[in-house]
């Protein structure tokens, strides 16, 4: 590993140095901010694939417009409006696992600007992101297999969260204050949240810089469920004619009560406390006719869980986990298309006082063809070839067609993914659940082929999904000879199929007033909705994941507008998951925009539902909130 990231990062600068070929224009294409690791760097506008509806593949996108229409806070609240997304929530404020179209939570990779946020402890804490919501510019679902772009991981999508350029000046400061109105039974207080954030952003010469700070304290919702988090973001930037240069790095710190979240009963006063810092550079420059880009990534987490807050002695989990690597990717465009290529390198390490102390590295090399055959076709065929010493050579194929007629874009995706299981799943062990360190790698494939039309003030789509993972892992009882029928075992299952149908209708009104001369108008409205199927539904062992996943889910929203500073959204969900009933949960949000003014008002799960979105876990039922945010600088230029 140290080999490969030496000669990578060698080979990166050595051609800095020798780099003649000035940029193409930066900001037309958004260096740095792309969605895909290659085919996002174009050096030639005469193949745009800067714009999202040129690729052959489901993509849904939350805009930072879209999210400040939603009665959110954070990067985990606003994920659970994504169509075909499950946030699977122990709290909405503290942690949570993500599933797309039925995968399991550690199936969908989540990244940082294509800078991944990999825990080779447990998916269970890659929501645990040094990030804050509003720094956030759009957030990207990949769906389907992505492992051409990713690598291992990507099994069934990728989430990548694209931050805010840093090159505006700005200063802004926030503040929210949340309550159900209820108290603790215990302490006699009333459930309440509050949450500080300052951020600003300032150039210094060639270079521009941003930072922010939040704050987060809340006694919860119920008893044990409060959550203190400090959070510290930064990203920097540097440009000029010929080459760009960006780095970042993060921290957050999360404690939580963690009752029912892993051994109900006997977790009442259980508390968890989840350290996350990463740190991250990238780099862009041209030698000629290829467009270069390395970077380098590195993420340290710890986690420390305690059964019984006021005994630790009776049972405590130590675990401290790194994961970091390098990578170099490359584009050369010709007269038809662009040919992407490149490789990385990563390694995963961890000490534990239960799962022991390991290593292991995963190397990567990916070479792909983006051929436009004419203005109306577009095709991606690639393939990514991952290799370990611990595991054998695979390959990971995919193909990407786009054909667009006028508004009508017709579109086909089918790739190959893998997961590496996790060092829970292959060694963990306590009185109710025992690793299984003969587990074998997930290998996936997916195909997905819908048909979308978009007009300048609506939007439909329609999509239908397959997906088969042969040897997926599940913790299961009942299922393996010789282990106790008591104790929760991880198994590779065998072969695991879903599909499902989604459909996404939506529509924006600015010009559309109800009345003429009124000043009520709508701004937004939309549908969209998935239906899942899974042969594991009716199996006859016990499940601990799998089978809580979703059969159904809808979201419709509703934004219009009273006056010119007013505007409000309302929003519905609705849940079936497998062996519960049915959810409907309903939000609301008004704000008000008066210069460098925004107040708003939130009600979330207005109809006061009790629901559950992960094991035993109650969620909050009806919550309020108030936030003010005061922008002090705001340079748009």
């Known amino acids: 590993m140290k080999q490969l990231s030496f000669s990578v990062l060698a080979f990166a600068f050595f051609s800095v140095l020798n780099a003649q070929e000035k940029l193409p224009n930066i900001s037309s294409i958004n260096i740095g901010d792309t969605l895909f690791s290659t085919l996002e760097i174009i050096p030639e506008k005469r193949i745009n694939a800067s714009n999202l509806q040129d690729f052959g593949s489901n993509l849904t996108i939350l805009s930072k417009a879209d999210i400040a229409q939603l009665p959110v806070t954070t990067i985990q609240e606003a994920l659970q409006y994504m169509s075909g997304l499950d946030v699977r929530a122990r709290n909405l404020t503290a942690q949570g696992d993500v599933s797309l179209w039925g995968s399991t939570f550690e199936q969908v990779l ?61 200063a802004s400061i926030q503040s929210f204050w949340g309550t159900n109105g209820q108290t603790d039974s215990i302490s006699g207080e009333t459930y309440i949240s509050n949450q500080q954030l300052v951020s600003i952003g300032f150039r210094a010469g060639a270079t521009s810089h941003s930072f922010s700070f939040r704050r987060l304290h809340s006694n919860g919702y119920d008893i044990n469920t409060g959550v203190d988090q400090q959070n510290l973001f930064y990203r920097g930037k540097w440009q000029n004619e010929k080459a760009a240069f960006h780095w970042m790095g993060g921290y957050l710190n999360n404690q939580f009560g963690a009752k029912n979240f892993y051994a109900p009963p006997y977790d009442a006063t259980a508390i ?39 005994q630790p002695e009776i049972y405590r989990n130590q675990h401290y986990s790194t994961s970091g690597g390098a990578e170099i990717n490359g584009n050369w465009a010709h007269k038809k298309g662009i040919i992407g290529f490149g490789m990385d390198g ?24 983006r051929w436009m055959p004419s203005e109306n076709l577009n095709v991606t065929a690639g393939v990514n070839m991952q290799t370990s010493p611990s595991y054998s050579t695979k390959f990971f194929p995919s193909l990407n067609v786009l054909f667009k007629q006028n508004k009508v874009h017709f579109f086909i995706h089918s790739g190959a993914g893998s997961r590496l299981p996790s060092y829970t799943d292959l060694y963990y062990s306590d009185y109710s659940n025992l690793g299984n360190p003969n587990l074998t790698t997930e290998y996936g494939w997916s195909a997905e082929t819908g048909v979308r039309y978009q007009a300048k003030y609506f939007k439909f789509q329609m999509t239908y999904f397959y997906r088969r993972v042969n040897n997926q892992i599940d913790f299961t009882k009942g299922y393996e000879t010789g282990i106790s029928p008591s104790v929760w075992y991880p198994v590779n299952i065998g072969l695991a199929q879903t599909a499902g149908t989604e459909w996404q209708l939506s529509g924006t009104g600015l010009d559309w007033n109800i009345l003429q001369n009124s000043f009520f108008s709508i701004t937004q409205w939309g549908l969209r909705s998935n239906f899942l199927k899974s042969n594991l539904a009716n199996s006859e062992y016990i499940s601990k994941y799998v089978y809580n996943q979703l059969n159904q889910q809808h979201i419709a929203f509703l934004g219009f507008r009273t006056g010119n500073y007013v505007q409000h959204q ?26 460098n003014w925004n107040f708003f008002a939130d009600i979330a799960n207005i109809t006061n539902q009790l629901y559950s979105l992960s094991g035993d876990v109650q969620m909050p039922r009806r919550w309020y909130q108030l936030g003010v945010q005061f922008q002090l600088l705001n340079d748009v230029r």
């Open 110 to 170: 989540i990244l940082i600007d294509g800078i991944p946020m990999r825990d080779p402890q447990t998916g269970h804490h890659q929501l645990n992101l040094p990030i804050d919501l509003s720094q956030v510019q759009s957030i990207q679902l990949i769906k389907g297999a992505a492992a051409r772009m990713y690598g291992a991981g990507a099994l069934a999508g990728a989430i990548n969260i694209i931050t805010q350029d840093p090159g505006k000046v700005k």
């Open 272 to 310: 968890e406390r989840v350290n996350t810092s990463f740190a991250g550079a990238s780099g862009y420059f041209n030698t000629g006719k290829i467009l270069w880009s390395p970077r380098v990534y590195y993420r340290y987490n710890t986690d420390d869980y305690t059964l019984v807050a006021l």
């Open 346 to 369: 990563r390694g995963d390490w961890i000490r534990s006082n239960n799962l022991g102390k390991h290593e292991r590295f995963l190397y990567c090399a990916y070479l792909e063809e």
């Open 570 to 595: 309302i929003t519905y969900r609705g849940l079936e998951r497998a062996g519960q009933e049915f959810q409907h949960l309903l939000d609301w949000r008004t704000s008000i925009q008066i210069r």
